[in-house]
């Protein structure tokens, strides 16, 4: 999915970005960060007052009710701050603000139909892709665990459901098949092993197919309870001071919405235990690195215990495989369908993004009693 080039017109963008702001003085917009799904600029002022904000263009065919989404996000962000104000953390912690238009909106759709949004920018803040030491997956960890204790007791129905069947592998499973039946599949080595991969999780050796419904049994059972979560926790949504390279926000609030924290605790894990990151091309080489592990749920857990119930702890290695193993299978039905969800650089970005999702699944597979070994660890104080 390629930007609109309508929209890399600075004036047309100045134009939009004028919208989000009163009086301040813009003085550039200039594309930002490396998002698969939304277009990002960084909107630079002439402002003592603040300096930057981020302008997002929302991609509908992602998030089709995108006034939903504004809505979800500026319920979330208000009752954090709420919590913040009333019980202040003993450390550096921000949450994102939605800024108002002019007609105190909080979106701005322009003359091509398109839905614009303004974010307030995390002044000194900076992410990353991968780890680089057991300190910063602590703090990874903490991130989450403090995002999920600031939204433990909004009630889902507070929220929309804006994604149905988001993370939902079944479901996923169920669209895969639909492509494959009617694609002419290309042949490639890289292609064949895809294939493969998915073809156990179609009655095959691996059992993935009974595996794959293993959270929502959960919860349709009681076992796991409805909550809200992130819905895309992956490291490089974790800000960090500059300074003390402490965790100081979670971001990207798009997916909020009700579910399992379990799909949340999983991609974290996911997403920051593979130290070649997902978006690298030696996807044979991906490995889950139990150490990063360890220091994200010594991280998570410091917080979290605070909320979390027996039968959470039981689901942890099985949310870890489970996510992992479906964005494989979303990148790859992907790429099999002509790259129409996920924003590519190539016409094979999706199919190796795949392969590193499902290099990542088997070495968890592998490494199972390990993890469910940190996890139980993890939950003594």
């Keep these: 999915m390629t930007s609109d080039p309508k929209i890399q017109n600075t004036d047309n963008l100045i134009t939009i970005a004028q919208q989000f702001t009163l009086e301040d003085k813009i003085t550039q917009v200039k594309p930002f960060g490396s998002g698969n799904i939304n277009d990002t600029f960084l909107v630079i002022l002439d402002s003592a007052r603040e300096r930057h904000f981020i302008l997002q263009k929302i991609n509908t065919q992602v998030f089709p009710k995108p006034q939903l989404v504004m809505e979800n996000i500026s319920t979330v962000t208000q009752h954090i701050s709420n919590r913040l104000k009333q019980t202040p953390l003993n450390r550096r912690w921000e949450v994102l603000r939605v800024l108002p238009t002019k007609e105190n909106r909080d979106y701005y759709q322009d003359n091509d139909g398109s839905f614009w949004r303004g974010i307030s920018f995390i002044d000194n803040s900076q992410s990353f892709d991968t780890i680089r030491d057991i300190e910063q997956a602590k703090e990874i960890g903490y991130g989450l665990g403090t995002f999920h204790n600031l939204i433990s007791d909004l009630s ?216 469910r070994s940190i996890i139980n660890d993890a939950q003594i104080p």
């Design 156 to 371: 889902p129905e507070k929220l929309a459901d804006t994604l149905p069947g988001f993370h939902i592998t079944p479901l996923y499973l169920e669209q895969y098949n639909q492509v494959l039946a009617k694609t002419n599949l290309p042949k490639s080595v890289e292609v064949n092993y895809g294939l493969d991969f998915v073809g156990d999780a179609s009655g095959g050796r691996s059992h993935r197919t009974s595996l794959s419904h293993i959270l929502e049994n959960a919860k349709a059972e009681g076992k796991l309870p409805l909550r809200l979560m992130h819905g895309d926790p992956k490291i490089n949504n974790v800000l960090f001071d500059t300074t003390t390279n402490q965790a100081v926000s979670v971001i990207d609030l798009d997916t909020v919405k009700p579910g399992l924290i379990h799909y949340d605790i999983g991609d974290c894990l996911r997403s920051g235990c593979n130290p070649v990151g997902e978006e690298t091309q030696e996807w044979e080489t991906v490995l889950f690195d139990p150490d990063l592990c360890q220091g994200i749920l010594q991280g998570y857990l410091s917080i979290a215990k605070a909320f979390l119930t027996e039968n959470d702890y039981i689901y942890i290695y099985d949310a870890i495989r489970l996510i992992t193993f479906e964005l494989g299978l979303r990148f790859f039905t992907d790429y099999l369908s002509g790259n129409v969800y996920f924003k590519v650089k190539y016409p094979e970005h999706n199919l190796v993004r795949a392969l590193v999702q499902f290099k990542l699944t088997e070495s968890i597979e592998s490494q199972e009693a390990t993890i």
